[in-house]
């Protein structure tokens, strides 16, 4: 292979997005001995090039502007439409994320790009590249290819390893021009401060309505900081009021892939497996010996999670001494 792709890397609390690594090691892979590009954007565009190169990249663009400190419609959208027609890659990838979702159907449409959404693997199958995603809500996966040259992927966060390949990358600044903005962001209002994103967290641990109430995620929270991890919730606590729906994993929530997910007082059903069927490692803690989640899940616990969390977290408190 011997392609030009080019990465769009996102930002979260002003760092770079996992999934921007993962896509960049994707992008190596596929440019063989072609060129890899990343494209950088926001006022401290410029301070990422160097992780960029350490991930493959053997040239950054950076547009380095404040309107992209926080993703707005019109103003990605314009610009990533004039960083592919001045660089013309025959390979686009993002990150699955809300904003790539956002963006990603009307450049390709504009473009004239072909557009495969939340890949979890890319493998060769007779000389053919492949892509695979899951379809109805994980129970499936289907196997896609392109038809054309023009080829734009977003791949679902935590399915690809981000690894290291040092490239000595040439920055080359972009200026994306005016930009006709119909819609501003006047303020972003963050509901969650956690300081691990639920979407690229190894470990999630969640609760379901079996917390009872607000301060039932306490254990949780303990259990997640002593293993690292992000707290997670089912649409029944969301809906019982017991933490905000930002929190929310399944089918109208997110969509995790953990290396561990650990379910508390969730009953497991489908709309909710639909957002854990990926990860790596499922244990379930439920008091019902009959719950659904025992079915999927790769061990199982049966007892009440408000004695059983705090046990864990104070093994592992243990073995970290
Ligand atoms: P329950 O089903 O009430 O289960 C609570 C569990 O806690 C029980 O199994 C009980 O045995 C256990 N328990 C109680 N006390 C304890 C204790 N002390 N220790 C241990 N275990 C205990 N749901 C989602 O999660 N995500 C979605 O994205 C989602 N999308 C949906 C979309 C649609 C269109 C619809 C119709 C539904 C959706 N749902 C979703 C809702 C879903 O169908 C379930 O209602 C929901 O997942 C149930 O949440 P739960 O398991 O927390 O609650």
Avoid: W
Wanted: contains cysteine; proline residues 4%; hydrophobic residues 40%.
């Amino acid at each position: 292979m011997n392609k030009k792709v080019l990465v769009f890397t996102e930002t979260k609390a002003s760092a770079l997005r996992q999934v921007s690594l993962e896509a960049l090691s994707l992008g190596r892979r596929l440019a063989g001995e072609g060129t890899l590009l990343a494209a950088a954007l926001g006022s401290k565009a410029a301070d990422y090039a160097p992780t960029l190169g350490e991930y493959g990249a053997d040239q950054v663009l950076i547009v380095s502007d404040a309107r992209f400190n926080e993703y707005q419609s019109d103003a990605y959208r314009h610009t990533m439409v004039r960083l592919i027609e001045r660089t013309e890659p025959d390979v686009i990838i993002a990150g699955h994320t809300a904003n790539m979702k956002d963006a990603a159907p009307g450049i390709a449409a504009r473009l004239g790009y072909g557009l495969i959404t939340d890949c979890t693997q890319v493998e060769f199958e007779g000389g053919e590249l492949i892509y695979v995603r899951p379809i109805y809500a994980g129970k499936a996966f289907e196997k896609k290819r392109f038809t054309s040259g023009k080829m734009f992927v977003t791949i679902r966060p935590n399915n690809f390893k981000a690894e290291p390949s040092p490239a000595d990358a040439e920055t080359i600044p972009f200026e994306p021009g005016d930009i006709d903005l119909r819609t501003v962001v006047r303020d972003i209002v963050h509901k969650s401060t956690a300081a691990i994103d639920l979407l690229e967290a190894n470990i999630v641990i969640s609760g379901g309505r079996g917390v009872k109430k607000k301060e039932g995620f306490a254990p949780l929270q303990e259990l997640a900081a002593v293993l690292g991890g992000a707290v997670g919730a089912s649409r029944g606590a969301c809906d019982e009021g017991y933490c905000d729906y930002g929190m929310q994993i399944g089918q109208t929530g997110k969509v995790v892939t953990p290396d561990l997910y650990i379910a508390c007082g969730i009953s497991g059903a489908i709309q909710h497996v639909a957002g854990i069927s990926n990860s790596k490692v499922i244990v379930a803690i439920n008091k019902d010996p009959e719950a659904p989640i025992f079915g999927i899940a790769d061990y199982g616990i049966v007892g009440d999670m408000f004695e059983i969390v705090p046990l864990l977290t104070e093994e592992f408190r243990k073995r970290q001494a």
